[in-house]
């Protein structure tokens, strides 16, 4: 497993990160953030742009995250990647953990 880190940085300051690794053919994103002043302005695309070319580069042919359906998941959606699973009522307060993949062109 080879540890993949991010940064996204304005003047100096960051403003988001992703953090993940990869195995074999297989790039898992652990966690990506930005800022909420920076968001939808393409930092978050940028981040996880940058994770496949270099999981690419790595060998790798196949993407995999996990979110909250109140986190992520359009963001994922809109950027090539599918639901591939979902477990419903994960944080016993109503809310699902779904599972997504891409494969890596």
């Known amino acids: 497993m080879r ?8 003047d100096e300051r ?9 195995q074999l053919a297989w790039l898992r ?4 953030a930005v800022d909420p002043a920076w968001r939808s302005k393409g930092i978050g695309a940028a981040l996880l742009a ?5 999981a690419i580069a790595r060998g790798c042919r196949h993407a995999y995250v996990d979110t909250m359906d109140y986190q992520a998941p359009r963001f994922y959606l809109a950027h090539g990647f599918t639901v591939v699973g ?3 009522d994960w944080d016993s307060h109503g809310h ?3 599972f997504l ?5």
């Not at 540890?3 to 304005?10: D, G, K, N, Q, R």
């Open 96 to 98: 699902s953990k779904l």
């Open 50 to 54: 940058e994770a496949e070319r270099q």
């Open 14 to 22: 960051v403003v988001g990160g992703l953090f993940a690794e990869t």
């Open 3 to 10: 540890s993949l880190i991010l940064l996204a940085t304005v």
């Open 29 to 32: 994103i652990s966690i990506m």
């Open 101 to 105: 993949s891409k494969l890596l062109q």
């Open 86 to 88: 979902e477990i419903g």
